[in-house]
């Protein structure tokens, strides 16, 4: 039996047209989500494409704080889903690749 399942994946994203590269994560971690004092014992992370700034903005839709648009410029933002994926910048189909898990806490680059 396996342990913790996080079902939280990693995704990157890449435009074979016009190099347009993202790393994104999508869905939600299990029960076994160590609890905090902050309420995020709940989080379900979806993409979403920003075509204002032409680039993709991860959240947690059941973060309080989201709703739907986009956070640094306020425009709607638009689901992305890993098969239907295209690119913000040129339309194109993107490539997607599913990514190992980013490490939570540790955030110091190799
Ligand atoms: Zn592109
Ligand atoms: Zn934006």
Request: charged share 25%; aromatic share 8%.
């Amino acid at each position: 039996m396996l342990g913790i399942l996080y079902s939280v994946k990693v995704y990157d994203f890449g435009c074979p047209s016009c190099g347009f590269e993202s790393r994104n994560q999508i869905g939600s971690p299990d029960g076994d989500q160590i609890l905090t004092d902050v309420n995020t014992e709940f989080a379900q992370y979806k993409l979403y494409a920003c075509l204002k700034e032409k680039k993709f903005v991860g959240a947690n839709v059941l973060d309080a704080t989201f709703d739907g648009k986009c956070p640094s410029d306020g425009s709607a933002l638009q689901e992305v889903t890993t098969e239907e994926a295209r690119c913000p910048r040129c339309n194109t189909k993107l490539k997607v690749e599913e990514s190992k898990p980013l490490s939570t806490s540790d955030s110091a680059a190799e």
